[in-house]
């Protein structure tokens, strides 16, 4: 319970300071024993209130007052691998600086910037949200995830960092579980964890026991792999996927905790690793792992950045789905090809296709070509129209209830969050000049 946030809200809703405290009583000792929640109530009510009143300093008044779009994270479907997620991540791409490699308005697997005589590849990935009470997969699956970033672009992976966050009311033996899982992907694949931050969500003003984390990883290469680079007639080849945070999440809230099991792997690390003892990612165009929105989200972003179009064929996609987990969705109705699998996707010359094909195989990693690049803008499957939905694939009880549809009001949502964005961005360039000024006023000073 995000105490600070409740404040807000009743003090909006004009409740008498009186009802404030009471509620704030009840939700503190739904938590916690053996404390004043009376005093504790009154300071946080006393905080909040003090925090609200307006700043002085004309630049203060404006940076302190967050941007407001009139859009939630739910409105817009941040987070559930959507094109909703996909709009907002653009706008987000658009406030980055700096020169980068790869450009994050591409939306690709991660980033990159020269590093002397090697190029540095960098990506985080932010723990499965249904995850926080089962913190050893979690941390197993973000590291995974973390390092799959890095590898489709063609990097070696050279080192971890994890960022764990646990409300106050959390057991620290949710700590040691994610670290753990972090460690065992780190042995398995040989990437050391170095460094991480561990701290409090929210501080004393959030109660309970969830947790928020990620992972990133740091990569170095000497060539990038981008999706820009697609070409039309490449072959698109893809390696079984057996799921990752997402499967596993399935698993575990429809009561087939078994299935998790075979998400426990890094097969995805070693089908990268084939290429590189073959020499065969000179052979190759572009990479990616299949999680943003599934096949549906992935593909159509890559004719977004590449400017091509793609054929896909159903029968081949089946093929390399894990059968366990592809019987799971299936008789969940879970439409597999938008959720993330965690397989391999290479983009790569017809004539180069069946040398990695058979790298794969002699590697015991199962692959089949799934389609063809071509020209045009969209993405066909057997011939229809393939789009990612407005939210990924529901794969939990309550992800169907809320569905996959586009809001009525959606673009009013986005105009608002474009503005959202515009405020953001003038109040970077505010501080930037407020910056200049005072350094140069300093150096004259001297």
Known sequence: MDLEGLVNRLLERNLRQEEILQRLKEEILTWKKGVDAGAMGRAILDEVMLSRRHAKDPLLRVILKPSTAGATMHDLGVGCRGEGDFFVHRLIAELA?????????QQDDAGAVNGGDKIIVASIDGTHSRLSDF??????????????????????????????????????????????????????SNVPLIAGSTLRIGGDMVIGDRM????????????????????????????????????????????????????????????????????LLSCVHAMLDVTNGGLRGDTNEVCRTAGVGILLEEKGIRSVINEHVLELLDRLEIDYLGVSLDSLVVFCPQENKDQILRAFKNGNIKAAEIGRVTKGSEVLLDGRKFSPRFRESAYTPIKKVIGESTPSHDANLRRGAELAAQMARNKAKMVINYVKKNRAQGEMDI
């Open 97 to 105: 600086c700096g020169d980068s490699l790869i450009p994050p308005n």
């Open 212 to 279: 928020v984390s990620g992972v990133a990883c740091i990569g170095i290469a000497d060539r990038l792999l981008k999706r820009i680079d697609v070409r039309e007639g490449d072959a698109i080849l893809m390696t079984q996927g057996s799921g990752g945070g997402t499967i596993a999440t399935t698993a575990i809230y429809s009561g087939n905790h078994d299935y998790v099991r075979e998400t426990l792997n890094i097969d995805f690390i070693t089908a990268v690793n084939i290429l590189h003892k073959n020499d």
């Open 135 to 188: 913190p050893f997969i979690a941390g197993f699956h973000v590291a995974r995830a973390a390092i799959r970033d890095v590898v489709v672009k063609g990097a070696k992976p050279v080192a971890l960092i994890d960022d764990l966050h646990l409300a106050d009311d959390g057991d620290v033996g949710k700590l040691f579980d994610f670290v753990a899982g972090i460690s065992a992907v780190s042995e398995l």
